[in-house]
């Protein structure tokens, strides 16, 4: 993991990272995320919102904006894992990790020896594609990885998660989390929001990073609150949905009657 690159300001001190989602799958939208000051710019592989090679032009789109490529993975298979850092995610989200063994798969796939067993290609965007002789020596560096707590089973494990060495912190998914909870996106539920925050609150106490992605509100100042330092807030479609319906509204009202 970076804790001196992507999670401190150029002077050096900590900073929360704010993000936005790209769910379009575009690569000229995870640019402007970027140009308009957001740190970090997400990428979605797990629900199949953009493919290889479109997730591989954001990771650049992101980078020349001046945002940090932050790709949810598939899974923790080899490939899943494997392919979001190629492609040039710096940080690597890594869906339903549930306990400690998961957590050292995820190790395994995305780190190179001695951390771990990631498979090594010269060519890759990754590597510089050949042209930087340092890359794989700086990669287990310069990369985060952050398995998703987004169940209770992984809540229960949390302790086993968070003791294996190679990952950068957590991410909540309080989604999936409600959902489990039996109450799906209630994230005004004050059982959530306290699960939610001694999550973060453990996980930064162990020395490592916490994230979460939630829209504004209760759940967002909870998580702040416990010591967040990776917030990703919401997308550009979600933002269009709101855009576009009080545009269309208004001028509704403008013109009817």
């Known amino acids: 993991m970076d804790r001196t690159k992507l999670f401190t300001d150029e002077t050096g001190r900590p900073r929360v990272l704010i993000g936005c989602g790209i769910s379009s799958g575009g690569p000229r939208m995870a640019e402007v ?34 945002a940090i490529p932050l790709v949810r993975a598939a899974g923790y298979g080899r490939s899943h894992i494997l392919h979001a850092l190629e492609v040039g995610a710096r940080i690597v989200v890594v869906p339903l990790v549930n306990d400690e063994s998961a957590c050292r798969e995820v190790v395994r796939h995305g780190k190179f020896r001695p951390l771990g067993q990631r498979g090594f290609n010269t060519r890759s965007r990754a590597m510089g594609f050949g042209a930087d002789p340092a890359a794989m020596a ?21 302790d086993g998660i968070l003791s294996v060495e190679g990952i950068g912190g957590i991410f909540i998914g309080p989604g999936d ?37 939630v829209g504004e509100g209760a759940l967002l100042d909870a998580a702040l609150e416990a010591g967040a330092d990776l917030c990703v807030v919401g997308s550009d479609v979600q933002a269009a949905i709101d855009t576009w319906r009080r545009q269309v509204r208004t001028l509704r009202d403008k013109t009817s009657g």
């Open 138 to 158: 700086r990669a287990n560096e310069e990369t985060c990885l952050m398995p998703q707590v987004e169940s209770l089973e992984a809540v229960k494990n949390l």
């Open 177 to 213: 989390l409600s959902a489990d909870l039996g109450r799906p996106r209630e994230y005004e539920d004050p059982q959530l929001q306290d699960i939610v925050r001694q999550c973060i609150a453990r996980s930064r106490g162990a020395g490592l990073h916490a994230g979460i992605l």
């Open 33 to 66: 995320a970027a140009r308009i000051g957001f740190d970090v710019v997400w990428m979605e592989m797990e629900h199949a919102t953009a493919d290889l090679a479109t997730t591989e032009a954001m990771c650049v789109s992101a980078e020349a904006g001046g």
